[in-house]
């Protein structure tokens, strides 16, 4: 089923760009994200092994659709401190768009799952937590959610995080594909790309919210859990999402307009103002030259190499040389 952007006034959001909509026949509310430049932008820059570099691709994704949804100014924060071989994963959303992105790693460990056929996102991060963390400025308090990850997806981490946070009925996809292009007479070019959608179950009736209690694992054996049914919207809205194929989030040829008519268009969707996503770094000389004046003087000299202090932007890459007085 294809969109015709001109038959309904509608302007393409683009790659790099958050487009939030509603289906208010299935009182659903959503994003959808295509990451064209910018991922390959973050990615590149790393130059990860390819694994890792999915898989900090999919965090990008997932920030990106919750990020945007922030109603002032301030920051969301996604970061991961597992026991796996990628030990950390900090992604880091300034809104009104900006976006910056890396990963901790131990490469021979990485290796030897990528060898074994092994390296897939849930061996990778092993056991551990993921914390989101809004931010909303030095007048007030932070917020900060936690989900323990024990071999599961992050897909499933973002269900599982508003279902006992918010407890909003959730339903993530999230997709990283690899684009390989070639010129005549040109080598083959290579770059990056990912998208997502998120919807949630959101009806004016609280109890029409009702969810399946999550298993706590503490149970008796055999415990009976009861009958328990799902709203008939949530169920539709949720199957719709779930045949969201990987290739419909990372074609560039596919738009987000074009997925959510093919998968909405009966029910009548509704769609609002993308929202740009951009890869910024808040990183500066001045940020860190003021970090720098709190340390001591026996710190700064064990920095100092050949009279000199480098620091390097994990985020960036952008390397700041000052003296050792800090200048």
């Given at each position: 089923?294809?969109?015709d952007?001109?038959e309904f006034?509608?302007?393409p959001?683009?790659?790099?760009a958050v ?11 959503g994003?959808a ?19 890792v ?7 990008v ?16 924060t ?9 030990s ?12 910056r992105?890396?990963a ?5 460990q990485?290796?030897?799952l ?15 937590y ?5 931010d909303q400025?030095q007048?007030?308090?932070?917020y900060?959610?936690m ?6 997806s992050?897909e499933?981490?973002?269900r ?12 993530v ?10 010129a005549?007479?040109e ?5 990056w ?6 919807i949630q179950f959101l009806?004016?009736?609280p ?8 298993d706590?694992?503490?149970?008796p054996?055999e415990?009976d859990?009861?009958?328990f049914?799902?709203?008939?919207a949530?169920?539709?809205?949720r199957a719709?999402v779930?045949t969201v194929?990987?290739?419909?989030l990372?074609?560039?040829g ?16 509704r ?5 740009k996503i951009?890869?910024?770094?808040r990183?500066?000389?001045?940020r860190i030259e ?18 000199k202090?480098?620091?390097k932007?994990e ?6 040389e ?6």
């Amino acid at each position: 089923m294809a969109f015709d952007p001109e038959e309904f006034g509608v302007t393409p959001a683009g790659p790099d760009a958050v487009r939030p909509f509603s289906v208010e026949g299935l009182d659903v509310r959503g994003r959808a994200v295509s990451l064209g430049p910018v991922i390959a932008a973050i990615i590149d820059r790393h130059a990860y092994p390819e694994p890792v570099s999915r898989l900090l691709a999919e965090a990008v994704v997932l920030t990106s659709l919750l990020g945007t949804s922030l109603k002032f100014e301030g920051r969301f924060t996604l970061q991961t401190k597992t026991d796996g071989p990628v030990s950390m994963l900090v992604v880091d959303f300034s809104s009104p768009d900006a976006i910056r992105a890396c990963a901790s790693f131990e490469d021979a460990q990485v290796r030897e799952l990528m060898e074994a056929g092994k390296a897939t996102p849930e061996a990778l991060l092993g056991k551990g937590y993921l914390a989101m963390t809004i931010d909303q400025g030095q007048h007030m308090q932070r917020y900060q959610g936690m989900v323990e990850l024990d071999g599961i997806s992050l897909e499933e981490v973002a269900r599982r995080y508003f279902a006992r946070s918010e407890q909003i009925p959730t339903e993530v996809r999230l997709a990283v594909g690899e684009l390989f292009t070639r010129a005549e007479g040109e080598a083959p070019a290579h770059s990056w790309t990912a998208g997502g959608i998120l919807i949630q179950f959101l009806p004016e009736a609280p109890e029409r919210m009702r969810q399946a209690d999550l298993d706590p694992g503490d149970a008796p054996y055999e415990t009976d859990e009861g009958d328990f049914e799902e709203d008939d919207a949530w169920v539709e809205a949720r199957a719709l999402v779930e045949t969201v194929k990987d290739v419909e989030l990372t074609d560039p040829g596919i738009s987000v307009e074009n997925l959510l008519y093919r998968l909405f268009h009966e029910r009548g969707v509704r769609l609002y103002e993308p929202q740009k996503i951009a890869d910024k770094c808040r990183c500066s000389r001045e940020r860190i030259e003021s970090v720098l004046n709190t340390f001591s003087a026996e710190e700064v000299e064990d920095m100092t190499v050949e009279g000199k202090i480098v620091v390097k932007c994990e985020f960036c890459s952008t390397s700041y040389e000052f003296d050792k007085d800090g200048n």
